[in-house]
């Protein structure tokens, strides 16, 4: 009797393992399905296609007619390029948009054995177009970029950026010689304002440090060190080229200099007793920017400083270049 319970107890234990190995498999081949199929589940079959025109032109795309500065078209999502004929009078053209991945296939990587690359490979879900086109009516051609050339007189702009990279070269009050570092982190906050189509008026605030780690985080200085710091407003005027834009202004700021003193096992004795110094400043900028998307910009910026308030001699060149990653949203 013992023996025989013995063996119904394996037996419900095997059925019991059984059905666990058949759960996991199923749960498994439901993840696979799902990640097999990235676009399919999280695109739509429809994408929404804007076309920003610098005058009123006639748009016509499958039927749908148009004619206004700004266009929306719902285009379906397939493998074939998606044609938008333009006319402006005698003025006639098209918008060529050739179909490409979509962000939701490229998520297939996660996929099992990347199946889902194979999967998706000829779904029309797969496939997005460039949702922002613009469009340059000229004299003779209507000429075609993925970015605006120009806005309307009016527009504002909320800019923020990060000045990453900082070079400083001051004079401190009082020190034998001129000190240079380059290192990271800042952050900026201003308001663009188009009073021309392709000028505009940029009024900003920002804050740079030559960190020695590129990210925010807790830095363990050891022995005698320096940092260098500084703060600054500035106004500057800039013109619009295509996806450049080069700027020239006036710059007001504080420009700080400090040299510390940390101590700990090993480490040598001071060189120097600490110091502080801050001095405000008088000068120029002269930003420079490439757009690389609808929003984000690369620059330069350049800040010399001639003039030294309260320090003798006031007449001091010094100058801070930052290398500048700014992202532009427009408000109005």
Request: net charge positive.
């Amino acid at each position: 009797m013992i023996l025989r319970q013995a063996i119904i107890s394996v037996r419900f234990i095997k059925i019991k393992a059984r059905c666990s190995y058949l759960s996991l498999g199923a749960y498994l081949l439901c993840l696979s399905t799902i990640f097999s199929s990235c676009a399919t589940v999280l695109n739509r079959s429809t994408v929404k296609v804007k076309l920003h025109a610098n005058q009123p032109l006639r748009m016509v795309h499958l039927g749908d007619t148009l004619t206004r500065r700004d266009a929306s078209f719902t285009l379906t999502r397939s493998s074939e390029r998606q044609v938008i004929q333009l006319e402006n009078g005698t003025l006639k053209d098209s918008v060529v948009l050739h179909a490409k991945n979509s962000a939701a296939y490229y998520l297939n990587f996660f996929s099992p054995l990347y199946l889902g690359f194979i999967y998706e490979l000829n779904k029309p879900k797969r496939f997005t177009y460039h949702k922002h086109r613009y469009l340059h009516v000229l004299d003779t051609a209507i000429l075609q970029s993925r970015f605006a050339w120009e806005y309307d007189i009016g527009s504002w702009f909320l800019h923020t950026s990060l000045p990453h990279l900082n070079n400083f070269y001051f004079q401190p009050s009082g020190e034998p010689d001129v000190k240079r570092s380059t290192g990271f982190l800042g952050f900026a906050l201003g308001l663009d304002y188009y009073h021309r189509r392709r000028q505009y008026l940029s009024l900003k605030a920002s804050a740079m440090l030559d960190a020695p780690i590129p990210v925010p985080a807790a830095i363990e200085y050891e022995g005698t060190y320096t940092i260098s710091a500084a703060t600054y407003l500035s106004l500057a005027n800039s013109h619009k080229f295509h996806r450049w834009s080069l700027g020239y202004g006036i710059a007001a700021g504080v420009n700080t200099w400090r040299v510390n003193y940390r101590g700990g096992f090993e480490v040598p004795p001071p060189t120097r007793s600490p110091k502080r110094t801050m001095h405000w400043t008088m000068g120029l900028v002269f930003p420079v920017y490439y757009q690389t998307s609808r929003s984000f910009h690369l620059g330069i910026v350049y800040r010399p400083s001639f003039y030294r308030f309260d320090l003798k001699p006031s007449f001091q060149y010094e100058h801070i270049l930052s290398l500048d990653l700014a992202w532009k949203f427009k408000v109005q």
